[in-house]
């Protein structure tokens, strides 16, 4: 089973402030057809799950472009440029390539 | 566009039954693959099954392989979890998944979820 590590686990944040979670896989998440598949999800207080970025840097449609995704092989980060106050919220990243799927624990985005 | 609605949560005993039902409104439902991901109170998501489009291929965690059962009518649009010989750590809300089948990244779409408690 790959295992998604996520850090850090909370974060409280200004707003308008950046912010940056990172999540490490103790595998590389590369496919056969050469592209590395890693998702990040937002779950806003009483919300079910929602994909923000795919492919660790592809923003999901509507999502707005404060959010951005970077990394490759087994390292990767999620940046929010400018922290808003739907922002709040847990944040998770997710490899899609290996059975099981795995998520990371979770992080946790408060405002300061 | 998809619209996932849950239902069949509730209070079970534990070793008892129940079957989670996923209907999908958007008419993508038989291009999709689907999932089932589940979620215990106050914490992080865990993945419990996957099944393709056409339905001939399932995957299951371990935590519930040989106890959980995924399965789909597409002529009806549902996704369903037949869940057996439940247990206390089977409490969570369920939510159901999909994705364009062939896509890698998976989990485009969600449900809203739906409650199960294995209590006595």
């Known amino acids: 089973e790959v295992v998604m590590t996520q850090s850090p686990l909370s974060l409280s944040v200004t707003l308008g402030q950046a912010a940056s979670i990172s999540c490490r896989s103790s595998q590389r998440l590369e496919y056969t057809d050469g592209n590395t598949y890693l998702n990040w999800f937002q779950q806003r207080p009483g919300q079910s799950p929602r994909r923000l970025i795919y492919?660790?840097?592809n923003r999901d449609s509507g999502v707005p472009d404060r959010f951005s995704g970077s990394g490759s092989g087994t390292d990767f980060t999620l940046k929010i440029s400018r922290v808003e106050a739907e922002d709040v919220g847990f944040y998770y990243c997710?490899?899609?390539?290996?059975?099981?799927?795995?998520f990371g624990q979770g992080t946790k985005v408060e405002i300061k | 566009e998809v619209q996932l609605l849950e239902s069949g949560g509730g209070l079970v005993q534990p070793g008892g039954s129940l079957r989670l039902s996923c209907t999908d409104s958007?008419?993508?439902?038989?291009?999709?693959?689907m999932s089932w991901v589940r979620q215990t109170p106050g914490k992080g998501l865990e993945w419990v099954s996957a099944i393709s489009g056409s339905g001939a291929v399932t995957y299951y965690a371990d935590s519930v392989k040989g106890r959980f059962i995924i399965s789909r009518d597409n002529s009806k649009n549902t996704l369903y979890l037949q869940m057996d010989s439940l247990r206390a750590e089977d409490t969570a809300v369920y939510f159901c998944g999909g994705w364009p089948e062939g896509s890698h990244s998976k989990l485009d779409y969600w449900g809203q979820g739906t409650l199960v408690t294995v209590s006595s």
């Open positions: 958007g008419f993508t439902f038989t291009s999709c693959a």
């Open positions: 997710m490899q899609p390539i290996h059975w099981p799927l795995t």
């Open positions: 492919q660790v840097s």
